[in-house]
């Protein structure tokens, strides 16, 4: 018996049961989300073995679902809200599947496991209400732990974000050579995209640090076009429109790094470490 369900009921085993079935699931999105990757290909040679894990946990998945409605209706006395609750997450669980079972899996697999997340913290919410005190805080307070947990990878990833985003902008304010500084506008770009990708959970700053990341997109668009018209003149009027040209180069360049360096400060915030204290605060309260 592992530590999730040694001081629970048997409810609460067959849900951590599930919950850890999910964590080999989760590596999907997870992936995804690590590598920036837009589509993952079920037949691609280099990723066969982790959707052959998933598949494998589907048989036990399924069995431990009719094991949840049988201790539902076993040990608990209203068990219509609980009922809904386990239906939500069978159907999540079914619709992950679903995904992963094409050839093709996008990004909606990464709003499946939020869902699928909100969906556990509620289920063991319900479970905790018809709890005895002691017990429904440790289950309630795993739960929130390991959401905690979520939101420290989301908040840790967002930041690393941002900062190679600041530091592609600095590589392009330093790049002397015009094809210097096209490859960093480039990369500058794609940084922006890391930084408005979609995150799981609210942190702290990311409203001014989307608004800060669409203004360095369009200073560098506009850097990017003054660059293409200065290469240009150089062969057409390099002696004409050059130099008034080049000093445009010059001026967004200067204002691109302006936009880059007013990006908030940013600080990480041990969530994790705070839910624990708190439930050890719950507990010694109950």
Not at 145 to 173: H, M, P, W, Y
Not at 214 to 243: C, M, V
């Amino acid at each position: 018996m592992d530590s999730c369900g040694k001081h629970g009921s048997e409810l609460d085993e067959v849900i951590c049961e599930i919950k850890k079935s999910f964590t080999v699931l989760k590596r999907v999105p997870d992936l995804m989300e690590k590598e920036k990757k837009d589509y993952l290909y079920t037949d691609d040679p280099e990723y066969k073995s982790l959707f052959d894990d998933c598949q494998k946990e589907h048989p036990e998945i399924v069995s431990n679902f009719d094991k949840l409605k049988l201790e539902v209706q076993k040990i608990v006395d209203e068990n219509q809200k609980v009922n809904k609750a386990i239906l939500e997450l069978e159907q999540l669980f079914s619709g992950f599947y679903v995904m992963i079972g094409e050839l093709e899996v996008d990004h909606s697999v990464l709003e499946y496991r939020r869902e699928i997340d909100k969906s556990f913290m509620k289920l063991f919410e319900i479970n905790q209400d018809n709890s005895e005190c002691p017990l429904g805080i440790l289950h309630n307070s795993r739960v929130q732990i390991l959401i905690a947990g979520e939101v420290d990878r989301s908040q840790e990833n967002f930041i690393n974000a941002v900062f190679n985003t600041k530091r592609a902008g600095e590589e392009v304010s330093e790049a002397d050579r015009t094809d210097h500084v096209n490859n960093q506008i480039n990369t500058l770009i794609y940084s922006t995209g890391s930084v408005m990708n979609p995150v799981d959970y609210p942190i702290d700053q990311m409203t001014e640090c989307h608004e800060v990341a669409k203004k360095i997109n369009a200073a560098a668009t506009k850097l990017r076009n003054s660059l293409s018209k200065f290469e240009a003149s150089l062969n057409e009027n390099p002696i004409g429109d050059a130099p008034n040209l080049f000093k445009k180069v010059k001026l967004n360049q200067k204002s691109l790094y302006s936009i880059v360096s007013s990006f908030p400060a940013l600080y990480k915030k041990n969530h994790k470490m705070e839910a624990i204290e708190k439930s050890v605060q719950n507990m010694a309260n109950c």
